[in-house]
């Protein structure tokens, strides 16, 4: 079950309203939050210290410090109950925002610099608010580049391509706490059943329906999150751009290949097998691989790659005149339909399964 979304109210004053919405929008976009921006301004007679108790009716308060929001003269006895000890109480967390050069109390903490709006201050509000810790120091070589994808895909959901997965993994490692989670799915010599298969697994979905449904559930699913997905070795065009889900989801696209490609696992291997057997490739180490896919797909509830993989087995079978396993990759595939509730489909096969293989494989009197 999803969690109610959090709740933000800042504190400020109508001169500092747009300062405000820029860091309301901000937080909205990359941090998951509603923010109360209308009803944190402080009209005539209103001070910090009351506004933060009203505040206090949301998860997390911010306190804007401007030389129009601060008196001239605050005795700590006028702002450290409504400031400190009151929110502490009660368990809301209080954060505090400077956004000139006024001079808040020293004891008040965490403060952010807002002045001028810095991307690094507003990140790190952002970081904080999503209660994950502070970036430490970045020791890559692609400096420039990793913080235009920050502000494309970090700062806020979006697409982007990236020419090599070395600046990708960069980004990935520099901006992790700004995602819920992080996926890399590699796309090279695969199909889109093969690739919606393996990011479902690895946001641990069972994905059983058919590539349609899968994509749909996909879509919700990454719509409704904050999630980086690096589909590597992308292409200039294929199936996985058919992989840019929108909404909250962000999505890394690498066009060029790389020499520091994930491992690729027994499943992945056997699919790009099976997608580029030939009629002179070993025939048994293509069977064992087909056989191999089948087993771990319907293990994993993988329906849709099980049903490619014995489709691919199938045709390949049927040019080599192995009637053997055309019949048994059309008996997987028959169940597989069934099992979707495309029973007339299933019927059709089986039909055509049975001409072509039954009476030839029937032993002689």
């Known amino acids: 079950m999803q969690a109610l979304t959090e709740t933000i109210f800042p504190c400020y004053a109508e001169a500092d309203g747009e300062s405000a919405r820029q860091v309301a929008a901000f937080l909205e976009r990359g941090a998951d939050v509603r923010v109360f921006l209308e009803e944190g301004r402080m009209?005539?007679?209103?001070?910090?210290?009351?506004k933060a108790r009203e505040a206090r009716t949301a998860d997390t308060?911010?306190?804007?410090?401007?030389?129009q929001s601060m008196p001239s003269r605050w005795p700590r006895a006028q702002w450290e109950d409504a400031l400190v000890k009151e929110p502490?109480?009660?368990?809301?967390?209080?954060?505090?925002?400077?956004?000139d050069d006024c001079v808040p109390p020293k004891v008040l903490a965490p403060l952010f610099e807002m002045n001028g709006l810095p991307v690094a201050g507003m990140r790190a509000l952002k970081r904080w608010v999503r209660r994950r810790p502070a970036p430490g120091p970045r020791t890559g070589g692609h400096g420039t580049d990793v913080e235009v994808l920050g502000l494309a895909l970090a700062?806020?959901?979006?697409?982007?391509?990236a020419p090599n997965v070395e600046l990708a993994l960069e980004f990935a490692e520099a901006f992790r706490d700004d995602f819920d989670a992080v996926a890399r799915v590699e796309c090279g010599g695969r199909s889109l059943t093969a690739l919606a298969g393996d990011l479902g697994s690895q946001l641990g979905l069972r994905l059983e329906g058919d590539l349609e449904g899968n994509l749909a559930r996909l879509r919700e699913f990454c719509a409704a999150r904050r999630l980086l997905v690096i589909l590597a070795d992308a292409g200039a065009a294929g199936p996985a751009w058919d992989m840019v889900f929108g909404g909250r989801c962000s999505t890394l696209l690498v066009e060029g290949p790389s020499g520091d490609a994930a491992a690729v696992d027994e499943l992945a291997a056997a699919?790009?097998?099976?997608?580029?057997?030939?009629t002179d490739a070993d025939w048994s180490g293509i069977c064992w691989l087909a056989r191999l896919g089948r087993k771990l797909t319907r293990d994993a509830g993988r329906l849709a790659e099980c049903f490619e993989l014995m489709e691919q087995w199938h045709g390949a079978a049927q040019s080599r005149g192995d009637r053997r396993v055309v019949d048994e990759a059309a008996r997987e595939m028959v169940w597989i339909l069934?099992?979707?509730?495309?029973?007339?489909?299933?019927?059709?096969?089986?039909?055509?399964?049975a001409s072509e293989c039954d009476e030839q494989m029937m032993l002689p009197f």
Do not use: H, K, N
């Not at 308060?61 to 030389?67: A, E, N, P, Q, T």
């Not at 502490?88 to 956004?99: D, H, K, M, P, S």
């Not at 069934?338 to 399964?353: F, H, K, M, S």
């Open 43 to 50: 009209w005539r007679g209103q001070d910090l210290a009351t």
């Open 88 to 99: 502490a109480a009660e368990g809301v967390r209080i954060a505090f925002l400077r956004c």
């Open 338 to 353: 069934e099992a979707w509730g495309r029973t007339d489909e299933a019927g059709r096969l089986d039909y055509r399964r």
């Open 155 to 161: 700062d806020r959901p979006g697409s982007d391509v």
């Open 61 to 67: 308060v911010l306190v804007f410090f401007s030389r």
């Open 271 to 278: 699919q790009r097998a099976m997608a580029a057997a030939a």
